[in-house]
Every structure is written in structure tokens, then in C-alpha cells.
């Protein structure tokens, strides 16, 4: 693992395990705050043992960005913190969370201990803003990658941990495309010192208008081929050809994940605009389908791959 400080005590731990996943930690005088918390109980172990033993500052509270298990499955590792999350962000745990988790824990050893903690602070609108000392942790919803996306600002330090809204590739697969357009839109106005994206490097402030403005093309190119393969005789086919350079990205990002991921964006934005109603001919909708079923399968914890 991977750990960067961004401002006076606030740091950034990247995962060398699995898709440069991010989480964070803002160190107060008496207690501090996590930001995610990775997956895999030995990278959140190490979390904990840098904030609480190193720096002698017992965690308080746990905020999860979102509900995907690489960001929230170490909740159960700060048994005496409280956790805070959007309100979706709980009920997708309860569900999603645990039949993933489930399913993980059939193909990984690693996960055998782990048990799902759902937030018990949650809010669904407006924001809500925690204390460390003198400085403000602002969440704010941020949907878009998921419908439970909020992010969380360090108000005086000007550092967003945007959660997986801000990634070096969106990733729509659970998303709404509206909505991360929205939020990425967003991004540029709050004027940041550091940009901590849910996946990836810390996008610094001098990049992040060129870094939103290009994952805001990707989107709209990614809409234009999906637009154009809807008036295809063979939509599935079509998008097949449209590779993930042509829409200015590159595919070794992610730990080259990130070709993989393209390609399931189109199919998911594809199902979410045309779905049954405009949806392309028999044989295309059978590859198509099976496309969307292999994605339903990787996408959450992908843990299981190791
Ligand atoms: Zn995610």
C-alpha cells in the first residue's frame, strides 16, 4: 500500500492489491476520521496502525463513499468508530453488500473474518458536515457512479476525496450518466487544492480542469456511439469496434483495467437509453445480454479475482 500526504494531517493510502482503490484519514487533535477504507483486512490493517499506532489518534468515525466493497468492506476493522454514509449507501450494504461479500468470501480467504457494518449515520440530501479540531469534513452528495456517491471536503485544506464519481476512466456500470455529468461539473467550482479520485492519483490543482474536462468528454463521446449504435442493424457489433482510444483515454489506466471497463460502459449506458424498447436485433441482443450478465457478475467486489 501506497500512503501520500496531500495537507498537514491529512493523508491518501492507495491500494497495491486491487485498481489503485483510495482511502483516506484526517488526523484531529484528539481523534481522527477515515475515508473509505479499502478491502482487504491486511491494507485496512495497515491503515489502522499508522493512524491509531503511529500517530496515536483513535479513529471516530469511518465515512464510506459509497457502498462497493472496496471502499467500505473494512468497516468492520474500527469496531469503535462510528460509520457515515449516504442513506442509499446502507441499504445497498444490506443488500448488494452482503450477497457480494458472500460470494467473495466463497473464492477468497482473505475476506473469511470480514462482516458487513453498515453506516448508522446517514443523510439523503443536503450535506453534513463533522468537526475534527478546528477544520471541516464537508459530505456532499455526488452522485452518478452510484446513486449513493457523496464526497467528502476537507473545507480548509481545499482536498475532495470525490469518492468513484472522479476516476481516470468513469465508470457508469452502476451509474447514471446525467448525474455524474452533474457531478463532475461540479468538481472544478470547489476550487481544490488536491482532488482525491476513488481509483488512481491525486489529481493536483493546476490538473483538474483538463482531468474533468477530459473523463466529461469520454462521457459525451461514449454517448454519441451509443446514440449512433441505437440506428445500427447490429447495435452489439457496432460498439464492439468502438475502442476505448477512440474515445481519448488509455487503456493501461487503472492497472489496465480500464479497457475492460470501457467496453461495459457502453454496453450498460446502451441498455440504460435503448434497453428493450429500441433494443437491437436477435442475435446482437443475445451478445449484448450476455455482455451486461458478465458484467453484472465482475463488476462489485472484484475481489475475487486475485
Ligand atoms: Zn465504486
Redesign the pocket.
Do not use: K
Given at each position: 500500500m501506497m500512503r501520500e500526504r496531500v495537507a498537514e494531517n491529512v493523508y491518501v493510502f492507495t491500494s497495491d492489491r486491487y485498481a489503485q482503490v483510495n482511502a483516506g484519514a484526517v488526523i484531529g487533535p484528539e481523534w481522527s476520521v477515515i475515508i473509505d477504507t479499502l478491502a482487504f483486512p491486511e491494507e485496512t490493517a495497515e491503515i489502522r496502525e499508522f493512524v491509531e499506532g503511529r500517530l496515536g489518534s483513535p479513529v471516530r468515525y469511518v465515512v464510506n463513499t459509497?457502498y462497493?466493497a472496496?471502499?467500505s468492506l473494512g468497516n468492520c476493522w474500527f469496531p469503535g468508530a462510528v460509520v457515515v454514509g449516504h442513506a442509499l449507501a446502507r441499504q445497498y450494504m444490506d443488500t448488494h453488500g452482503r450477497e457480494g461479500l458472500r460470494g467473495a468470501q466463497d473464492h477468497n480467504r482473505d475476506l473469511r473474518d470480514v462482516q458487513i457494518i453498515l453506516p448508522s449515520v446517514v443523510f439523503d440530501q443536503g450535506s453534513l458536515t463533522l468537526r475534527v479540531g478546528k477544520r471541516s469534513i464537508v459530505l456532499l452528495p455526488l452522485p452518478g457512479?452510484?446513486q449513493d456517491g457523496i464526497g467528502a471536503l476537507v473545507l480548509e485544506d481545499r482536498v475532495l476525496f470525490s469518492g468513484?464519481v472522479m476516476m481516470p476512466l468513469p465508470?457508469l456500470v452502476h451509474g447514471e450518466f446525467d448525474n455524474m455529468v452533474a457531478s463532475l461539473k461540479r468538481i472544478p467550482r470547489l476550487k481544490l487544492e488536491n482532488l482525491v479520485q476513488?481509483h488512481g492519483e491525486v489529481v493536483l490543482r493546476g490538473e483538474i480542469v483538463n482531468a474533468v474536462r477530459s473523463n466529461l468528454h469520454y462521457l459525451a463521446c461514449v454517448r454519441r456511439h451509443v446514440q449512433a449504435a441505437s440506428r445500427r442493424k447490429d447495435p452489439a457489433a457496432y460498439l464492439s469496434d468502438i475502442d476505448i482510444e477512440d474515445c481519448g483515454k488509455a487503456r493501461i489506466l487503472i492497472n489496465g483495467l480500464a479497457g475492460d471497463l470501457h467496453k461495459r460502459n457502453l454496453a450498460a449506458l446502451y441498455q440504460r437509453l435503448y434497453g428493450d424498447k429500441a433494443g437491437p436485433p436477435a442475435p446482437a441482443r443475445t451478445r449484448a445480454s450476455n455482455a451486461r450478465k458478465r458484467s453484472a457478475r465482475k463488476v462489485r467486489p472484484h475481489l475475487r479475482r486475485r
Open positions: 459509497h462497493h472496496d471502499h457512479h452510484s468513484d465508470h476513488g
